[in-house]
Every structure is written in structure tokens, then in C-alpha cells.
């Protein structure tokens, strides 16, 4: 694998990590057991996530979506998502447009919260 393309977030097998000029393509297999793509961000890239065998759960922002063989569902940048498999094993593949590099995946756990999403404290008013 190509050290400019990010680091796995998850639990799962990396089948086939390819990268071009214009798009990335992973081909990754989450066992049923534990294994499940990290809550993300990507900076920069959009992503279409295709489930190839068994049923994926795939949840951005907070909504939950099922996929099947062959369905497909995008993620846009800046969007939070997590994928994982339901009732067995699942191959999953994921384009990105423009190519996953190394920095643009980030991990929720590393994202903090935006400073306009504080609330006051000490009883102090916040102008609106």
C-alpha cells in the first residue's frame, strides 16, 4: 500500500487498495465478527460506497441505510460515516473522487467539537 494513502480506520481486510489520477478505489472484507469501518471525515474527497456481497449497514451523519449486493450510496465530503456488516461477512467497495490521500481521512475520535458548538457555562448569555 502506498504510504500516502490513509491509514485503515476500522477493523477490516484492505482486498485491493487502488489509486489513479483522478480516483481511488478500496475493495475491503468485514468479517462478521468485530469487524466495522471507524466513524470518519474526509476533508476533501467524496466517496460512493457499493456493497459487492452480504448486507452492510452504512450510517452518515446519523442516519442509518442498509445496503445490499449492488446497492450504492455517496458520501460527501465532511460527512460523518461508519460502515458495518449485518448477519455475516460483507465485501464492500469504496470511490473516492479525487483520490483518498493520507491526510484527508480523518477519525471522529481526533475531530474535537467545533467551538461554536459550546455551550456557555457559569451562567454566563451568549450573544445571539
Not at 446497492?71 to 464492500?92: C, F, T
Not at 470511490?95 to 467545533?114: F, H, K, R, T
Request: with cysteine; net charge negative; aromatic share 4%.
Amino acid at each position: 500500500m502506498d504510504e500516502r494513502r490513509p491509514i485503515p480506520v476500522g477493523v477490516y481486510e484492505i482486498l485491493q487498495d487502488f489509486t489513479c489520477p483522478t480516483a481511488s478505489v478500496r475493495v475491503f472484507r468485514l468479517a462478521a465478527e468485530g469487524d466495522a469501518v471507524g466513524g470518519h471525515v474526509h476533508r476533501r474527497s467524496m466517496q460512493i460506497y457499493v456493497a459487492l456481497e452480504g448486507s452492510v449497514a452504512v450510517e452518515v451523519e446519523g442516519v442509518e441505510r442498509t445496503l445490499h449486493p449492488f446497492d450504492a450510496l455517496p458520501v460527501w465530503p465532511g460527512q460523518k460515516h461508519r460502515a458495518s456488516p449485518i448477519a455475516g461477512d460483507a465485501l464492500l467497495m469504496n470511490i473516492a473522487v479525487p483520490p483518498l490521500a493520507a491526510d484527508d481521512q480523518v477519525p471522529l475520535s481526533e475531530m474535537g467539537e467545533p467551538a461554536d458548538m459550546h455551550l456557555p457555562v457559569n451562567d454566563v448569555d451568549v450573544d445571539d
